[in-house]
């Protein structure tokens, strides 16, 4: 009888419980303390804390100094050696002289392979996410593990080849369509939008997966019953469902895309026309590395971005860190 | 950047999302008016297909096209060469030592840091601050940290000033300034440290949340038994938090493995730096050696492989414990 007690009676039990976290909140508030005064702790944190900003801090710093102070003197001395200008982020941004940065056109480019990037694989990742978790066939256990199977394939063993596919297929098909349509314009960054939506689904397909198989059966029952169709399930109650897992995919798969180098440097040419900022940064690198002042301010240009969505978006982008670590 | 070329810009994009936006309006339609007999495979075929689709034309087929190119000399006859190559040229060997290199100290290192880090600003106060600081190099691109890192390795010959932090705390300290990235094997582990840089602020996340998920009544009982933190650490802490530890080492193994753009943006696989991946880059899009980069490409697979194959068994083992 006493071990069926209702929930809603306070026995004696229950008030045990609710002393017993009282107790256990006491000593939680008691292990701050004791943690704040281990003072090993705590400076081991803050060593890091320092030692983990320090190298971005400076950079940050020397991006706003004039050019000869960057080049003679360290940043630390910035009160010694005062100098601020806005020049460097004019010259790489706005100069127009053809040895200039000229990152504008290349930020505009991050923007427009990214934001494409994202939303191609998310709809076919979502679209195929819900086959396998609620559409029954045969065969869909062996080819859900083909796919999850697929994350493991580097990127590395594909380019090769599709290179030469985009190559042989893609350009000359393009270019036959614009000379039969000439208002269709030379579409010129769809290499990469492919490469990076086939490069994203698998791990996009196995997350979205597990989350859209939790939706309650019950709810998608219920839908079928009452005469709606896959595709006004997948719409109208799937994909609203959804929103969190999407979101923090989302902001996972803008940050990869636009932090991307490998999948650029192969698949984009290298032009103005094409080339994001990593491709034009690590070009400068390479032909201008000691144009500190021009390498500080380009760097910054593109971390503005992801720390905007790193700082504004952290609790998506930490959720989704914690869904994708726990893959398999 | 003129004005015409920022709405030729816009253009593309636009009309790329329009022409995607109407294939799966397309998809859609037909999905829902496919011939009543069979519309329930019609339907799956509508979801699956785009997805299955890219996969097989850019993922499976080329891994299986480049596994095929590795074993194909430059006539394009079966050869061992590729791999001979890669066993014999010190260079090769070099690189194949190098990402040995990299995969063993980085996940451990970056985990080690991350956990001490983790626990050492568990429950402090401002304990979000604190850990936005670390995490935020995970934001950042591997061209970024390697600008900013480079920045800080900055080496200036005689007695000029310093402008690398690195150089200045050694002149600071009396020393003589060491040109770092080109001093092998010195700059290879200058490198390794750039990828713990950014990899700490993930291990640190995950296992914090680890750490949080661990019953407070585990760690009270091991404070009433006595113990001290050390030993509440490796016998509460560790083992509340393996599964955790397994999957951040295997996560950071296997990033670390295909790291590209750090060697890249640094010293290009200069000065005896090169690792797997770069020098796959290397050899196939700038040397137009295809066999040998794909031979590379494959042993960046096989080197995967085994650490993903483990980390299924754990995963399972646990599966089969729950």
């Known amino acids: ?328 | 950047m003129t004005t015409a070329d920022l709405l030729g810009k816009i253009l593309q994009v636009v009309m790329g999302l329009a022409v995607f936006a109407a294939i799966v309006g397309l998809l859609v339609f037909f999905i829902d008016r496919a011939p009543k007999k069979g519309r329930d495979y019609w339907q799956l075929v509508g979801f699956l297909a785009p997805a299955i689709i890219l996969l097989a034309i850019g993922l499976i087929w080329p891994a299986i096209r480049t596994t095929g190119l590795a074993f194909l000399d430059n006539s394009g006859n079966f050869s061992w060469d590729n791999f001979i190559w890669m066993f014999t040229q010190p260079a090769a060997i070099r690189t194949l030592i190098n990402t040995v290199v990299w995969v063993l100290l980085v996940p451990t290192l970056a985990t080690a840091l991350g956990l001490a880090y983790a626990v050492f600003i568990d429950k402090s106060r401002g304990e979000r601050y604190y850990k936005a600081l670390v995490f935020m190099p995970m934001a950042i691109s591997f061209v970024g940290a390697g600008i900013i890192w480079r920045f800080v390795y900055e080496y200036r010959a005689g007695e000029r000033e310093q402008i690398g932090l690195l150089n200045a705390i050694v002149t600071g300290l009396g020393g003589e300034p060491v040109q770092w990235l080109q001093t092998d094997p010195l700059n290879t582990f200058l490198l390794i440290v750039v990828m713990i840089w950014i990899q700490t602020g993930f291990a640190m996340v995950v296992l914090s949340a680890a750490i949080k998920g661990i019953p407070a009544e585990q760690i009270e009982a091991a404070q009433l038994d006595g113990t001290n933190p050390w030993q509440r650490f490796t016998n509460v802490t560790i083992p509340g938090i393996r599964g955790s530890l397994v999957v951040v080492l295997t996560t950071i193994s296997i990033a670390t493995l295909k790291v590209f753009d750090i060697v890249r943006t640094m010293t290009a696989g200069n000065f005896n730096t090169s690792v797997v991946a770069n020098e796959m880059y290397t050899q196939a899009f700038r040397a137009s050696e295809v066999g040998r980069g794909s031979a590379l490409a494959v042993i960046l697979f096989l080197l995967v492989l085994p650490i993903v194959i483990y980390n299924v068994n754990v995963l399972r083992k646990q599966r089969e414990i729950r």
């Open chain 1, 1 to 328: 009888m006493s071990s069926v007690a209702p929930v809603d009676l306070p026995t004696g039990e229950g008030r045990d419980d609710s002393s017993f976290e009282e107790a256990a909140r006491d000593t939680k508030s008691g292990r701050i303390k004791r943690r704040l005064t281990s003072p090993w702790a705590t400076a081991a944190a803050i060593a890091i804390a320092v030692v983990w900003t320090i190298p971005t801090f400076g950079l940050f710093i020397s991006s706003f100094r004039p050019a000869e102070l960057i080049q003679t003197t360290g940043w630390w001395t910035i009160f010694q050696n005062p100098g601020f200008t806005l020049d460097n982020y004019r010259d790489v941004l706005f100069s127009p002289s053809q040895s200039a940065p000229q990152l504008g056109a290349y930020f505009v480019n991050s923007l427009a392979i990214a934001i494409p990037a994202t939303i191609f694989p998310l709809v076919f990742a979502c679209m195929a996410a819900y086959a396998f978790a609620w559409i029954k066939f045969r065969g869909a256990n062996v080819l859900f593990i083909l796919v999850f199977a697929l994350q493991i394939v580097p990127l590395q063993m594909a380019l090769v080849p599709l290179l030469q596919f985009f190559s042989s297929w893609l350009r000359p098909l393009q270019a036959g369509l614009h000379n039969l349509i000439p208002i269709i314009p030379e579409q010129n960054y769809l290499p990469v939008w492919i490469a990076h939506t086939i490069f994203a689904l698998p791990l996009a397909i196995f997350l979205l997966h597990n989350f859209i198989h939790e939706i309650p059966g019950d709810v998608i029952e219920a839908a079928r019953v009452d005469g709606a169709s896959h595709s006004q399930i997948f719409f109208r109650i799937v994909l609203p469902l959804a929103i969190p897992a999407i979101a923090s995919f989302a902001i996972f798969q803008f940050l990869w895309v636009w932090n991307d180098l490998l999948v650029a440097l192969i698949f984009s040419g290298g032009t103005q026309d094409v080339a994001p900022l990593t491709q034009r940064l690590a070009e400068l690198v390479g032909s201008r590395g000691q144009d500190w002042q021009r390498l500080t301010a380009g760097a910054f240009v593109s971390l503005v971005v992801p720390l905007i969505v790193f700082f504004s978006l952290q609790r998506f982008f930490v959720r989704g860190l914690l869904a994708g670590s726990t893959k398999g």
